[in-house]
């Protein structure tokens, strides 16, 4: 499984910005950075150095981020940058402000699932010991304690017996 890179919020409204855009352009930098110039230059170089974004030659003054000599050197974004952005889950539609991206990003975020609200729903439709171990990454033991534990909060566990295997399942939830 690739490693998804640490990215800041700068370079993230950077990269989401470069992704809607038809060329993938990382500049005009989006107006909701104002102008922190050394910051986003710092990002810049870390986009280059994590090959999430690259240097290409353009012909707008306004798409490129440095000159060499008559040369102007823009900055798209890879491949690389895209994958790290669909990581961060941070695609949004044309119409929406980089700078609602991020609170649009951590509205939608919802909390981490439990492992043992991953069993009460496995439950809900019926699953065998085997099932709730690959699903949990517990041994046998914890997932039969934790059967208990649900016993004991008032749940009531079913089991019956399908083809020689058990299947537990919630008769009543608590």
């Known amino acids: 499984m690739a490693r998804t890179p640490n990215l800041n919020d700068t370079q993230r409204i950077l990269l989401t910005t470069a ?3 038809p060329n993938g352009s990382l500049m ?12 986003i230059r710092k990002s810049f170089s870390t ?6 974004a690259e240097e290409v030659d353009v012909t707008e ?5 440095r000159e060499e000599g008559d040369r102007r050197i823009g900055l798209t974004i890879t491949a690389a940058g895209r994958a790290s952005i669909s990581a ?12 609602e991206l991020v609170a649009t990003h951590a509205a939608t975020l919802s909390p981490p699932v439990s492992k043992i609200a991953q069993v009460i729903t496995m439950l809900e439709r019926g699953a065998t010991l085997a099932d709730m171990i690959a699903a949990t990454g517990w041994l046998p033991h914890t997932t ?4 208990t534990g649900l016993r004991k909060k008032g749940h009531e566990i079913g089991k019956v017996s399908r083809d020689g295997v058990t299947v537990y399942s919630i008769a009543k939830a608590a």
Do not use: C, N, V
């Not at 003054?61 to 981020?65: K, L, R, T, V």
């Not at 039969?144 to 059967?147: E, G, I, K, M, Y």
């Open 61 to 65: 003054p306004e798409h490129s981020w």
């Open 19 to 21: 992704a809607r855009r």
């Open 47 to 52: 986009l280059i150095k994590r090959a999430l």
């Open 144 to 147: 039969r304690a934790a059967l």
């Open 88 to 99: 961060y889950k941070m695609f949004a539609p044309a119409d929406i402000a980089p700078t």
């Open 28 to 39: 005009p930098q989006p107006d909701t950075l104002g102008r922190q110039t050394t910051r």
